[in-house]
Structure formats: C-alpha cells, structure tokens
C-alpha cells in the first residue's frame, strides 16, 4: 500500500472542497464518532474560512449538547444545508436552523442509511413505504424543517396501484468514516467498535459517487495483520486514513471489550452478572410515574401471540421498560433489538442511548432497517412528544424547535404493534404514586395530548391501513387507536377521568364501554 493513505487529520481536512457534500456517521455520546476529523474540519474553518456551504447527511444524533459532534459543523458559512436524522446533540445546529442560517431538512434514520446504500449501488434513489404520512411524505412537508429548505427529498410513486416514496438520490462527495484499526494496505476493522452503524453504506455511496473516504482508526497494523472476515471495508474503497491513538469508545469510556462484544466465556458470564444487578438496583431505587407506565407496558410485551417476540426499545419512558425486562431475567424471553444494528444484551441509556453490554450480534444499520421495513419486528416501544384525536404521534418538532425522528419513523411505522409510553401532560406536573394509585397534585401547564399534532412523525391513518396494533399509555390513562379514532380503555387508580384525563386534553377521545381500572401492582413500590 502506498504511505500516502496515512496523513494526519489537518491533511485529510483539506480533501474536503467548498460546496461539497459530506457524509457523516455517529451516535449520542461518540459511539463511532470521527471525533479527531470532526474537530480537525472545525480548525480549519475557524483558521482560514474554508470550506464553505457545505451539505451534511447524517442518520443519527451525533454529539454531545456542547461542543462535540454535530456542534463542530454549527458554524455559519462552514455548512449550507443539512439532512440530519436526529438534531438534539447539537443546540447549536438548531440554532443555526430555528435562525434560517442554513436549510434544514429531516429524514427517518433508516432511509438516510438505506439511501446511502442505493446512492453506492449506482440505483435510482430508495423506494419505500417507510415515511408515508409522515413529516417525510412530500404532501406533509418533505422533510423541510424550516423556511430555508425549499427542496424536495422525495416524491410519492405509483407501483403495481401501491404508494410509496422515492427518497431522490445525490452525490456524496466525502465520508468521514470511524473504525477500530487499519492495515498497512488500507483495509479497515470494526473490532472493538460498539456498533457497525452505516459505515460500508457511507464509504460506498462515496466510493462510488467519485468522492473520498476518509477514514478514523485507533490502531494502524502490519501487512496481513487482519482476517479477511474482519475486514469491513476493503483498501479499495479507501483514500485516506488517521490514526488516532486517543480514540475513545465513547467521550467517556476509553474502552470496554463488553461494548464491543469480544467477551465470551467466564468473563461474559460474570459481566452479564454485573449488569443483571445493576439494572435490578436502578429498577428499585426510585419508584415514579416511570416504573408505574413501564409496569403496565411489559404486560404488552408477553400479548403479541409470539413465543418470543421481536422487540425495540426507543428512548424515553422505554428506558424503564427495558430496564424492568433485565431486572426481571426476562431477556431470555425475547429477542431485544435497536436501530443501531445490535442484538441482544444490556441496553445503556441517556447519552450512552445505542450501546449495548455483551450483545449477542452486531449488523450494519441498513441491514437493521431492513429487517425492520420488512415486518420483523413484533412489538416496539416508544416515546411521544404529542398526539392528537387520529393517532398521529410527534417526536420530531416540538415548541418549533428541530429535533429529527432519529429510527422512529422507520421502527413505529414497521412494528406489527408500537406501544407509546410517556407522561399526560408536562411542566409544572407534580404526582404522587406508590401506595397503589396516581393522584395529580399539580396539572401540568403542556398538554401533550392534542386535537392536532405539530408535525406527524408516526401517522395513525397510515397504522389503520396496516393493521397495526397501536396504544398509548401514560400514568393517568391508557389509550388504543381504533378505526373511530382514539379510545380511552383504562384508567390509573385514584385519578378522576374528567378532571385528570378529559380536562387536560384537547380533544374528546371515545370512551371504551367496558373502561377498565388498571391493576393497583403497577402503582406499588415493590421488588421487581
């Protein structure tokens, strides 16, 4: 191999021109983030102003809310237009968005890594159902966040009397890639990565597009140092590489063999062991609201009429689900998935959202996804900002400010049933639970519960042409999405329907005729 492929990251931050449009990959707290590339880009700009206006796609959240990720872009001038899958890591680039100082554009995380894969295999775009009704349907907005962004992502397409959407394909000029190690020749190892994300997809679409890859490693190794099953993207895709020996797992970790899935043996089993006692502790050190809609979600999870169902955590409210799964040796019941390609294992939360502890399998996302479109998941879990009288649901823009569907779309959309978990209401809500029943001491100024939905993210009329078994449960009450609209069939012990329920929303659901009080269990503290 040529010597040239090494250079350092200021080398490979002059590859990138003025108007190019570069590919980026990543999860919230740096999981397979180019962190020296990003930062290597950043100093540049900031010495000498270039490059400028360029175009940034990326599928998910990538940053840290201060100055890591995303935020090294948010500069005026550096980037014209971004196509972000998820935008919360970077206020900054909500900023640079909310203030019309750039074009802003969503699109749902898996089509950004599919299309990416059909930009690499020279197709016409990615023709999918996924997006139908959504914000990402060109009738609902077009995945247009903001005045700025005038074009059009997607159009809806006619086959065999079927509607889709083709998510238009373009040029990716740069990808600036994160893996584990490299060869002497140029191949490239994903080892001791927690995740495999949408790297191939990502080189691809550049390879093939005429552009660079560009490639963040840890480790440079001898000729002949890697198995050919180990290698994730041939030298052929290649163009330059930087090494950096501070590459971290994550901003925090520096390295865990548990994240990346090399523990096998004695040392997994002990491993698991600590997480299976860890995750029981969180579960019964504070009892809330949380646990009490986790509680009533997991009866759901063992309903779906599989053995052993096919499930996603999304995040949010689902966090407590997931961590009540563990706490309870139930995982052995199930097959646990997320959009970051993983299987198996304990699941971290909050900034670590995408990373999991001994994971029994780590796909590429666009394979993830695939999986997902296809039908295979038998139940989800996930969150809500809002949703209003037909069952649309909101996560992606709230108070006017871009947040991005990140997987959402793609897994609610796909899943045979979603089950949204979250709070009635927000702000100001004070609740007191644990004897047995919920009661309201304080109503919550946001009503999140509303007759239409800022932006659809999940579209209930598109859940009623698929059939999909659709609820909403919260604290207070438990809803279900029928062909009439929505119907309240439960509520929580020691709330009062009209002043804690039909008061704090804005429209009138139905009411179930058999409306049922939720067991008194799910409000207790107790031992899971």
Known sequence: MSESKFMTAAEAAHLIKDGDTVGLMGGGGGLMEATCLFEAVQARFLATQTPRNLTMIHALGIGDKKTKGMNCFAHEGLVRKVIGGHWVWSPAMQRLAEEEKIEAYILPGGVSSQLLREIGAGRPGLFTHVGLGTVCDPRQGGGRMNASAKDDLAEVVRID?????????????????????????????????????????????????????????????PHGSLKAREVRIPSAWVDAI?????????????????????????????????????????????????????????????????????????????????????????????????????????LLDGVLFGYARNASAMLDAATQFDFYAGGGLDIAFLGFGEFDEQGNVNVSRLGGLTVGPGGFIDIAQNAKKVVFCGTLAAKGVKLQTGDGQMRVLQQGIVKKLVKKVEQITYSGPQGLIRRQQVLYLTERASFRLTSGGIELFEIAPGIDLQRDVLDQMKFAPLLAADLKVMDRAYFQVRGD
Do not use: M, W
Not at 166 to 176: D, E, G, Q
């Open 242 to 346: 930087v090494v950096d020996p501070a590459q971290q797992a994550s901003y925090d970790i520096p390295f865990d063999p548990a994240l990346s899935g090399e523990l096998t043996g004695a040392e997994r089993y002990q491993s698991e062991s600590v997480d299976h006692a860890t995750e029981k502790a969180a579960v019964n050190e504070v009892f809330s609201e949380r646990q009490a809609v986790a509680r009533r979600a997991c009866v759901e999870l063992f309903n779906t009429g599989k053995p052993r169902p096919v499930v996603n955590y999304g995040v949010g409210v689902p966090d407590a689900v997931a961590k009540l799964i563990a706490a309870r040796g139930d995982q052995h019941r199930l097959y646990q998935t997320i959009e970051h390609g993983t299987y198996g294992g304990t």
């Open 161 to 221: 009397g079927r509607e889709y959407l083709r998510y238009k394909p373009f040029a990716v000029h740069v990808a600036l890639v994160r893996a584990s190690a490299a060869d002497e020749d140029g191949n490239i190892s994903f080892e001791h990565e927690a995740a495999n994300l949408d790297a191939q997809s990502l080189a691809l679409a550049a390879r093939n597009s005429g552009g660079k890859v560009i490639v963040q490693v840890r480790e440079r190794l």
